[in-house]
């Protein structure tokens, strides 16, 4: 334990270390998140995956409900193969129905279409949803799914990933790095772009209820189109967001923001980096996202139908930018941690109630946000709430366990035949934090 502490004090006074060596500002919203333990973030090139800018990459974090990128890979995939129809009918189970918010609330026994059942997880970050959902794809246990979904994980060379039940609520071993999660978000879009239109869903109305999709970047940023946030207590605030602009599109993963708002500021900056990077133009303010401005409210006939024109430039990284690649390779195979970061200082009462001091004017001006940073309310996606137990569960695993040393846990009896996952890195050890 004391060696855990003593290399957690060296990565934090590092990751400060290298805030200054870059310029980021002092004192702000920036530093504080990058000399957070629970930070992490990488932007990769969709088209020929190569890595961007990174930090932390590789070091073991809590997914949170990116989990749920998983759990909707299992669906899509279950799909294209037959097993599954967008009509098909999922019963909530009494297990499924007790998990704790963010859910829809549905009682046992109810049933909701597979397509409900996308959208709810892709905008409400329904917990009770994605627990009947891997009931449902492995025979009725949702541990058994989980053992699914990490070796599908695997399949994919996400080396490092763990999960352990389908929803992202806190679990010590549920395990996943930066790096994973862009890969993941990378092959939602290469293997399912008919599928990829639900992630830009910024809302849909379930049984008369509107259901907001969590991303705020979906009309914040120009060119965002999915795909996922996330937050528990040992987590901060996640996203994986996708962006194209001009033929490219990025992928960026941030774990470890202090509130949701910094976390998306955070995000646009690195965007913003990103697509400088591959030679793209910055894009005036504009106030709107044009890919989703005109999808809202959103149904689920509407999300269907804008499939094929959500696949158009996700395969063009375009072989006219190769040398922009090229020139910014040799930046990437720096380790991870080693490029400028420059994070988005959040505003407004959420900034004044900021534990971290900051100052307006270290923040640096960026152009190309379609608003001005809004106070939002804290976004509650696992039931981490300050009284649940979801919460304390959370707060006890502020350290996530690596990977690879996470032990294999017994599905239930009726599920021994499945074989137990591959201990993720294959025995490699991921740097902490």
Do not use: W
């Not at 870059?22 to 504080?32: D, H």
């Not at 959902?133 to 246990?141: D, I, M, P």
């Not at 639900?198 to 907001?212: A, E």
């Not at 039931?383 to 996530?400: E, L, N, V, Y």
């Amino acid at each position: 334990m004391r060696f855990i502490r003593a290399a957690c004090r060296h990565g934090l006074a590092a990751a400060a270390a290298l805030a200054v060596a870059f310029g980021l500002p002092g004192g702000g919203s920036a530093r504080a998140q990058i000399g957070s333990d629970r930070y992490a973030a990488i932007v990769v090139d969709a088209g020929s995956g190569t890595a961007l800018i990174a930090a932390h990459a590789d070091a073991p974090r809590h997914p949170a409900s990116l989990t749920k990128m998983m759990t909707l890979y299992m669906v899509f995939e279950a799909l294209r193969e037959g097993r599954l129809s967008l009509s098909t009918p999922i019963t909530i189970s009494a297990e499924a129905a007790a998990r704790p918010p963010s859910k829809l609330g549905l009682p046992p026994g109810s049933r909701i279409t597979v397509e409900q059942a996308i959208l709810a997880l892709v905008t409400k970050s329904a917990n009770d949803v994605a627990a009947a959902v891997g009931e449902h794809l492995s025979g009725g246990s949702e541990a058994r799914f989980a053992q699914m979904m990490t070796l599908r994980a695997r399949s994919l060379g996400m080396t490092r990933t763990t999960f352990r039940n389908a929803s992202g609520l806190p679990d010590p071993d549920q395990v996943t790095t930066a790096r994973d999660m862009a890969l993941l978000g990378r092959r939602l879009m290469h293997d399912f772009p008919e599928r990829f239109a639900y992630f830009s869903t910024p809302s849909f109305s379930f049984r008369g209820r509107p259901l907001r999709n969590h991303n705020r970047l979906l009309l914040e940023y120009e060119g965002v189109d999915g795909i996922k946030t996330g937050y528990v207590h040992a987590s901060g605030f996640n996203l994986v967001a996708s962006a194209r602009r001009d033929g490219v599109r990025l992928i960026a993963a941030v774990f470890g923001g202090a509130t949701g708002r910094e976390r998306d500021h955070h995000v646009m900056a690195l965007l913003d980096q990103g697509f400088a990077r591959m030679g793209v133009a910055e894009r005036p303010q504009t106030g709107t996202n044009s890919l989703v401005a005109g999808r809202l409210p959103q149904t689920m006939g509407a999300a269907r139908a804008a499939a094929a024109t959500q696949q158009r430039g996700g395969a063009r990284a375009s072989a006219a930018r190769a040398g922009v690649v090229r020139t910014t390779s040799a930046a990437a195979r720096r380790p991870a941690g080693t490029r400028a970061i420059q994070a988005r200082r959040p505003s407004g009462p959420e900034a004044r109630a900021a534990a971290r001091p900051a100052t307006a004017s270290a923040a640096p001006q960026r152009r190309g946000t379609a608003r001005a940073a809004t106070p939002s309310r804290r976004q509650v996606e696992q039931g981490d709430t300050s009284s649940g137990t979801a919460a304390r569960a959370g707060a006890a695993t502020t350290r996530p366990r690596q990977a690879g040393a996470a032990p294999a846990r017994q599905a239930p009896a009726a599920t021994s035949a499945t074989p137990r996952p591959a201990q993720a890195g294959g025995g490699r050890s991921a740097p902490r934090g």
